[in-house]
């Protein structure tokens, strides 16, 4: 008698951790089922802004592209400031957008090279350490910059195995490229 209550005593305890152990897998994909959809969730979001700041940021262009003939003669670092070109550069140059900046503390006015639109500058008390510039191309509508440290420049908005705008040449004449972004 005492062992046919063991026995069912031992069943009952082992359906019992059978349950737990089925409900705590149950409970771990749910978690991971979870996890996943606010990953994915998180994910569509970040793409679905980039979209958007993309979108903008082509519209934007669309529209100052055509502006910036009459901003030939200001002041470089005042254009890059002023209205959606904050935007514009700050899309185009990413991280390294404060940098730009600072590299364009003494900027000189906006000049035409050909039919490109070139500004640069330097950082203020010491061209030696850091220059910047742009270009703005209204034939292609599209806008470029770089940014040069200790002897290294680097170009933004060149694609891949292009060459950059000839107006960058005025600006260094023919340097050698660090890289493009």
């Given at each position: 008698m005492i062992v046919a209550k063991a026995k069912a005593l031992a069943k009952i305890i082992l359906k019992g951790i059978a349950i737990l152990l089925a409900l705590l897998i149950l409970l771990y994909a749910g978690f991971k089922f979870w996890?996943?959809?606010?990953?994915?969730?998180?994910?569509?979001?970040?793409?679905?802004?980039?979209?958007?700041?993309?979108?903008?940021?082509?519209?934007?262009?669309?529209?100052?592209?055509?502006?910036?003939?009459?901003?030939?003669?200001?002041s470089s670092l005042e254009y890059v400031q002023r209205g959606n070109r904050d935007f514009i550069f700050s899309y185009l140059l990413?991280?390294?957008?404060?940098?730009?900046?600072?590299?364009?503390?003494?900027?000189?006015?906006?000049?035409?090279?050909?039919?490109?639109?070139?500004?640069?500058?330097?950082?203020?008390?010491?061209?030696s350490e850091a220059e910047a510039a742009f270009v703005i191309d209204p034939d292609s509508g599209k806008y470029y910059a770089a940014l040069s440290q200790d002897g290294k420049t680097v170009y933004y908005g060149v694609e891949d195995g292009k060459s950059t705008p000839a107006a960058f040449e005025k600006w260094h004449g023919n340097q050698t490229s660090g890289g493009a972004k």
């Open positions: 996890e996943y959809q606010t990953i994915e969730g998180k994910r569509a979001e970040k793409t679905a802004f980039l979209n958007q700041q993309k979108t903008k940021f082509e519209d934007f262009i669309r529209d100052e592209v055509s502006y910036a003939p009459l901003m030939v003669g200001t990413a991280a390294d957008y404060k940098a730009f900046q600072n590299a364009m503390e003494d900027s000189v006015p906006m000049i035409y090279v050909g039919k490109q639109i070139l500004g640069s500058g330097c950082k203020k008390q010491a061209c």
